[in-house]
C-alpha cells in the first residue's frame, strides 16, 4: 500500500457479506481510520478482526479534525474514511476533508461498495437511464420551496428520509406530486428489507398497515411514466 493516500471507503447498508475484499484490506492496511462513529465502525472492524485507530469525523467535528488528518497523511501515513453506511460523501461527511486533500496533492482512492440510492434503484423497476439525486430534503426552511421544484422534474428523482418523517413525505408527495409513481425503499439488504410501490394516496392508504422502521429511499417515477 502507498502511503499518504486517503481512501474513501464504502462499508455496507446493512448486510456485512457486502463489504468488499479489497475495503477488507485497505481498512486493514491504513494507518487510522476516520468514522462518523466510532462505536458503529467498531462494531465493524470487531466482525472481521480488525485493529485500527479510530478517529471520530462527522458534520460536528469535521472543520475541527481536518488539519488534524491533513498533518498526518503528509507525514506520510495513510488514512481510509468512512461512514456509519454506504458510500462516504454522499449525503455524509467528508467532502471538505476530500477537497483539501486534493489541493495538498494528497492522492484520493476510491474504494467502491454499497450505496443505499443505487441499490434501491436496481430494484425499484423504473426507469434509471436518467436520474437526479436530492438526499435528504431540507427539514424546514426551504422545504416546501424545494418540492415545487421537484415537482417541474421531468426524470427519475432519488431522496432519502427518516422513518420520523417519512408519513409526512408521503403526505407532500401526494400534495406536489400526486400522478407520479412512487418507491419506497425501506431497511435495504437487512432482514426486513421491503419496498413499498404505488401512488402516493396508495401508499398513504396502507400506510397503517406498514412497518415504520430503519432507513428509506423513496425513489420518484419519471413524470411521463407510467406503470406497466
Known amino acids: 500500500m502507498q502511503k499518504s493516500n486517503l481512501y474513501i471507503v464504502a462499508t455496507p447498508i446493512g448486510n456485512l457479506h ?15 481510520i476516520c468514522c462518523e462513529d466510532t462505536r458503529v465502525t467498531g462494531i465493524l472492524l470487531k466482525h472481521f478482526e480488525i485493529k485500527k485507530e479510530l478517529i471520530s469525523f462527522n ?4 472543520s475541527k479534525k481536518i488539519d488534524f488528518v491533513l498533518r498526518r497523511l503528509e507525514s506520510g501515513q495513510s488514512c481510509a474514511l468512512v461512514s456509519d453506511a454506504g458510500t462516504p ?4 461527511p467528508g467532502v471538505r476533508l476530500v477537497n483539501s486533500a ?15 440510492a443505487i441499490t434501491a434503484l436496481s430494484i425499484a423497476g423504473i426507469p434509471t437511464d436518467s436520474f437526479v ?19 417541474l422534474e421531468e426524470r427519475t428523482i432519488v431522496t432519502y428520509e427518516s422513518m ?9 408527495l401526494n400534495e406536489y406530486m400526486p400522478n407520479r409513481f412512487v418507491v419506497v ?5 437487512k432482514k426486513f428489507e421491503e419496498c413499498w ?19 428509506f429511499v423513496v425513489i420518484i417515477a419519471p413524470s411521463n411514466w407510467k406503470q406497466k
Not at 102 to 116: L, M, S
Request: net charge positive; with cysteine.
Open 133 to 151: 439525486f436530492e438526499g435528504f430534503l431540507p427539514q424546514k426552511k426551504g422545504r416546501q420551496k424545494k418540492l415545487k421544484e421537484l415537482s
Open 102 to 116: 486534493i489541493e495538498k496533492d494528497i492522492n484520493v482512492v476510491g474504494i467502491p461498495g454499497a450505496n443505499a
Open 197 to 215: 410501490r404505488g401512488f402516493p394516496q396508495q401508499l398513504l392508504d396502507d400506510y397503517s398497515n406498514k412497518i415504520i422502521k430503519g432507513e
Open 18 to 32: 457486502d463489504i468488499t475484499s479489497r475495503a477488507l484490506s485497505v481498512l486493514s492496511e491504513v494507518d487510522f
Open 59 to 62: 458534520a460536528r467535528t469535521e
Open 89 to 92: 460523501c454522499i449525503s455524509d
Open 164 to 172: 420520523y418523517r417519512i408519513e409526512k413525505y408521503l403526505k407532500e
Open 185 to 189: 425503499c425501506r431497511e435495504l439488504t
